[in-house]
């Protein structure tokens, strides 16, 4: 009746915590890896990337900004949760004119993430064999320390780490 039913154990429901099933298994580093901080399109007309954006899609753009030293003008796109970066060559010597080169209608050019300490993360990453494309952090367009990691050895993703 019905003291059996209330006795009755009642199905266990299975769940899955994120926090606690992922941080089993990451060793302790000496820096953290933050957000996302921005999504690099690479664009042959600049002008015409912002206009999507801006008109057609209705974001919010800024200004362009020439970075010579990395050979690039950047544009930012603000979507809220993160930003697209809008890249397009600025000298002859720019990486970005040898991606477009390769990549007619441009495409997604690398990720920025952001970390606590781009320094420790540089000697770890060094100790774990992935490769810097540069031997000191560069100043990157948000005016902060940056450093590249070659997308051979993150699954064919250029993978920028900006100093929060």
Known sequence: GLLTRLQTPAPTIRTLSSSNSLSQNIPSCLWKLGRLNHVAIAVPDLEKAQSLYKDVLGAQVSETVALPEHGVYT??????NTK??????LGEKSPIASFLQKNKTGGMHHICIEVDDIKAAMTELKKKKIRILSEEPKIGAHGKPVIFLHPKDCHGVLVELEQA
């Open 84 to 89: 697209l970066e809008l890249l397009h060559p």
């Open 75 to 80: 544009v930012f796109v603000e979507l809220g």
